[in-house]
């Protein structure tokens, strides 16, 4: 069975620091696919990165960071600098095809970051 | 800017009473998703659709029904409500065909509360 794991329940830091969500995967599957999406207090899931399990690359697209690390089965987000605006619940996600059938969600991560 | 839309974004209700949460996307996405939410949890896939006339259930059981008569309208219904059905309900939804991002778009979700 398909488990997201996001041992963090919440994560308080101030303006500027680093901060790295953990998020940890267990699948059966050999082909997968692993997501993150950001819930700000709006209420809609807002997608921010796909990582293929045949692609270990990590990925940076600004102050945000991916590193996929397939051998502890681990696929964790850091977010450089960090702003007031990036306080919201953060989900990571696992599915084994492109679809929202079998996307399983972990249990977030609810970041604050004070000013 | 996701174009799926959700009303009522709140709801409280007296038990026993029927309700239905719309759910309108105006992308041409032949699937679409509801999903339950409780707070500070995770995502659970409750029911899911493939394409007009063609409804199923996800993994949470739900005392809920769904419809899909137009591509774009997925409405959820709840005959009776009740205490237990308190929870946000997200929407979402993907194109057919898997995409290269996989990407599920989301509703800003209906919190409903039952007294």
């Known amino acids: 069975a398909q488990k997201v794991t996001q041992a963090q329940t919440e994560i308080s830091v101030v303006e500027k620091e680093d901060v790295t969500l953990d998020c940890v995967y267990e699948?059966?599957?050999?082909?997968?696919?692993l997501f993150w999406y950001k819930q700000p207090p709006s209420g809609e899931l807002v997608f921010l990165i796909r990582?293929?399990?045949?692609?270990?690359q990590n990925e940076i697209s600004g102050r945000y960071s991916w590193n996929f690390q397939k051998s502890t089965s681990s696929f964790n987000f850091t977010i450089t600098a960090s702003q007031v605006v990036d306080s919201a619940v953060y989900f990571c996600a696992l599915s084994e095809r492109l679809n929202g059938q079998n996307f399983v969600f972990g249990p977030g991560t609810r970041l604050s970051v004070l000013p | 800017e996701a174009d799926i839309y959700q009303t009522p974004r709140y709801l409280v209700i007296g038990t026993g009473k029927k309700i239905t949460l719309e759910c309108s996307q105006t992308m041409g996405h032949d699937k679409m998703y509801w999903y339950q939410q409780d707070p500070g949890m995770e995502l659970h896939l409750i029911h899911y659709?493939?394409?007009?006339?063609?409804?199923e259930k996800g993994d949470l059981s739900s005392e809920s029904t769904v419809s899909r008569i137009r591509t774009e309208h997925f409405p959820l219904t709840l005959e009776s409500a009740r205490p237990s059905h308190t929870s946000q309900y997200l929407c979402?939804?993907?194109?057919?065909?898997?995409?290269?991002?996989?990407?599920?778009?989301f509703g800003e979700g209906s919190r409903l509360t039952v007294l």
């Open positions: 659709s493939y394409g007009v006339n063609s409804t």
């Open positions: 699948t059966r599957d050999t082909t997968y696919y």
């Open positions: 979402a939804s993907s194109e057919r065909r898997e995409t290269q991002t996989g990407e599920l778009f």
């Open positions: 990582r293929n399990s045949f692609d270990e």
